[in-house]
């Protein structure tokens, strides 16, 4: 089983930037995919950004892209997303997750299906 805990949100300005990390332990050797999503209050989960482990091939939900960046340092077991140009529209809920491989576990919408999920770590973003 694996344990995720997520640390590095926070509140700021509109324009700021965070660094968000996810510390895995437990049985990591069979994880596939690693993944941040969040959650607004009152609005869906939604895949925020996506990394394949070994190929390091990312995914970006358009509204982010060029503006978070996802990675993964192995020797830390920790994973990461950097965000800059914040807006308030990003102020949510993060949440880190990750999976083995599973069918549709690929993409921005496979997030549904992951078994491991962190507790979450909030950002806010102020005009």
Same mark, same amino acid.
């Given at each position: ?6 640390? *590095? ?17 437990? @049985? ?18 939604? *895949? ?13 939900? @358009? ?26 529209? @990003? ?37």
């Amino acid at each position: 089983q694996v344990q995720l805990v997520e640390s *590095g949100g926070g509140s700021v300005e509109a324009g700021g930037s965070l660094r968000l990390s996810c510390t895995t332990s437990g @049985d990591t050797s069979e994880i596939r995919y690693m993944g941040w999503i969040r959650q607004a209050p009152e609005k869906k989960r939604e *895949g925020v950004a996506l990394l394949y482990i070994g190929s390091e091939t990312t995914y970006y939900h @358009d509204s982010v892209k060029g503006r978070f960046t996802i990675s993964h340092d192995s020797a830390k077991n920790t994973l990461y997303l950097r965000m800059h140009g914040l807006e308030p529209e @990003d102020t949510a809920m993060y949440y880190c997750t990750t999976s083995p491989p599973i069918v549709g576990g690929g993409s921005l919408l496979g997030f549904q299906n992951y078994n491991a999920w962190g507790q979450g770590t909030q950002v806010t973003v102020s005009s």
